[in-house]
């Protein structure tokens, strides 16, 4: 089973940008819907955004025209490019396929503060 590993996660200013990067352990090819997901302190967690290998992609009304997911499958990695970040963005940031798996990562902590 592909192990996904989060990373580039930080403290930023609102306003500011982050890049997210979920590397597999192996190929993410066969792997028909990728995605990001959010779970925010008392919060259940959310999908963010989800990218379909052929290139079509979602996103949750909070981050549309802010956030892009993008796949490498030359390099088994999927990207998640945060801009013009907001408080309510903070949150622990996690990749999975799509439909998610029970099995999550240790995911990646965006916070959002002045």
């Known amino acids: 089973q592909v192990q996904l590993v989060e990373s580039g996660g930080g403290l930023v200013q609102p306003g500011g940008s982050l890049r997210l990067s979920c590397a597999a352990s192996?190929?993410?090819?066969?792997?028909?819907?990728m995605g990001w997901y959010r779970q925010a302190p008392g919060r259940e967690r959310e999908v963010v955004a989800v990218?379909?290998?052929?290139?079509?992609?979602y996103y949750t009304d909070a981050v549309k025209g802010r956030f892009a997911i993008s796949r490498d499958n030359a390099r088994n990695t999927v990207y998640l490019q945060m801009n013009s970040l907001k408080p309510e963005d903070t949150a622990l940031y996690y990749c999975n396929i799509h439909p998610p798996r029970p099995a999550w990562g240790q995911g990646t902590q965006v916070t959002v503060s002045s």
């Open positions: 990218i379909i290998n052929g290139g079509s992609t």
């Open positions: 192996g190929s993410i090819f066969s792997i028909a819907a």
